[in-house]
């Protein structure tokens, strides 16, 4: 019975371990690492389903396999099986190299990113006595930069004696707040700077 187990023992331990599957086992313990920075997208053993649907890396349509078909198809062309549309039934797998997926998802997020609407500060200026004309004309202009979610500074300038005039400056801009409620905020409130009122709105949903 002794020299049985020894004899067992010794043949299980020179059982040779093929290299490629080392390989593989370093490459998903590497996917291991990245998943867990991307909980959304499961990638090889981590595929839950029994059958998935298969696209391949050349984009053709194989059908619904068996996971571990699936699994074995992407090994043999040294690539991933990454779960595209996990709510799909079956769920959606693309063979594709998984880090390459995870390299173009980052590159085109940051581009969205730098498509984002910048926000600018429009500057609109008026005089104490800006008459009623010129007035429309500048609050059809200051809306047309709120719709645009922009911030616009209003600044009444007061030119030697018309500081006698602050308070017109600040009806004027109340004037404003109150015709432009319905597309900007205050951001910041009426204050008197030198010869200069200003106060600024900005756009909705800022």
């Known amino acids: 019975m002794g020299e049985k187990l020894l004899l067992a023992t010794s043949v299980f331990s020179h059982s040779p371990i093929h290299p490629y599957t080392k390989v593989v086992n370093q490459s998903l313990i590497s996917q291991e690492t990245h998943i867990s920075k991307d909980k959304f997208t499961r990638i090889n053993e981590q595929i839950r389903a029994s059958e998935v649907r298969v696209v391949d890396q050349h984009s053709n349509q194989l059908g619904i396999l068996p996971t571990r ?45 730098k498509r984002q609407h910048q926000v600018t500060v429009k500057e609109i200026r008026m005089r104490p006595k800006t008459d009623t004309h010129d007035m429309e004309t500048k609050m059809k202009q200051a809306r047309k930069f709120l ?3 922009n911030k616009v500074k209003f600044t009444v300038i007061f030119r030697g004696r018309e500081l006698a005039y602050k308070e017109m400056g600040r009806e004027m801009l109340e004037h404003v707040i109150e015709t432009l409620a319905e597309f900007g905020d205050v951001e910041s409130p009426i204050k008197m700077e030198g010869r200069r009122m200003t106060m600024m709105l900005s756009g909705k949903g800022q």
Do not use: H, T
Request: proline share 6%.
């Open 69 to 113: 078909v699936a699994l074995r198809k992407a090994e043999e062309a040294e690539l991933d099986l990454v779960e595209v549309a996990p709510n799909a039934n079956p769920p959606v797998c693309r063979i594709m190299d998984f880090g390459k997926y995870q390299y173009e998802k980052s590159k085109k997020e940051k581009e969205g990113k």
């Open 147 to 149: 719709e645009q979610r």
